[in-house]
């Protein structure tokens, strides 16, 4: 179904028009080597926040204050229990066969125990919620982020992290939904759900000495952990340096 594609056309047309404009975009005074589309990715990171002050967070904040706290957080336990086809499939290809039985379990108790992934009783049988993704995998497999990255509407991001967003729609459950209704309705609450666990990042970013700067070392130093684990002391103490004084 084509609506059911809408991640991999977006990923496409993005790397497409980085082909095309990608080399004029390039700033000479750019001083993370990790960022050389800088100038094009500032402009889609202003479009990303002006979608989030103007539409995201006013939605997000009528959702908090028309359904309750339990619901929200039965409407969030179901989406992260979507996630775990992806994390279970992922644990495969990275090797972690323990991993891989405890989130399998995880899946199936909170499936059925937690009516659908509405409660959360798996957590208390000792299966805490991981996160594992194909951008993470292929990290693990030694193929580099490539440059930074920000996609319209999905934010901060690298060529790495948004191939793999390819694979990652299909191991989306709602990929597999016929009815579009129910595919959109189910997409349209995720997105509202995800707006709302985003508020406080967002509020840091927004007050941050420069928000673009800021929400990329957030996202690459977490990538970074993803993938290798802590950064040695020295290296954190240089991030923090950086972005302290609000680099580009």
Not at 159 to 181: C, F, K, M, S
Not at 232 to 246: H, I, M, R, V, Y
Request: glycine share 10%; net charge positive; aromatic share 10%.
């Amino acid at each position: 179904m084509a609506h059911n594609g809408k991640r991999i056309a977006l990923t496409a047309l993005t790397l497409l028009s980085l082909t095309l404009f990608g080399c004029a975009a390039v700033p000479r005074a750019a001083r993370d080597p990790r960022d050389p589309w800088q100038r094009m990715n500032r402009v889609t990171f202003r479009f990303d926040m002006g979608f989030y002050d103007h539409i995201g967070t006013p939605v997000a904040r009528t959702y908090v204050r028309v359904v309750p706290h339990p619901i929200r957080t039965g409407i969030s336990n179901f989406f992260n229990n979507l996630t775990y086809p992806t994390v279970i499939v992922n644990d495969l290809l990275q090797g972690k066969m323990v991993d891989f039985a405890r989130d399998t379990g995880r899946l199936l108790v909170n499936t059925t125990l937690g009516f659908g992934g509405l409660f959360d009783p798996a957590v208390h049988l000792g299966m805490p919620r991981e996160r594992r993704d194909f951008g993470q995998t292929f990290g693990k497999w030694g193929i580099g982020t490539g440059p930074y990255l920000v996609l319209p509407f999905l934010g901060p991001s690298d060529v790495r992290d948004a191939i793999g967003l390819v694979p990652a729609e299909y191991t989306d459950p709602l990929h597999y939904v016929q009815n579009t209704w129910a595919d959109y309705g189910t997409r349209t609450v995720g997105i509202v759900d995800t707006d709302t666990r985003l508020q406080p990042t967002l509020h840091l970013i927004r007050h941050s000495l420069d928000p673009y700067s800021f929400a990329r070392h957030v996202y690459l130093a977490q990538r970074e952990f993803m993938v290798n684990g802590p950064p040695p002391a020295n290296s954190a103490a240089q991030e923090l340096k950086e972005l302290q004084g609000g680099g580009n």
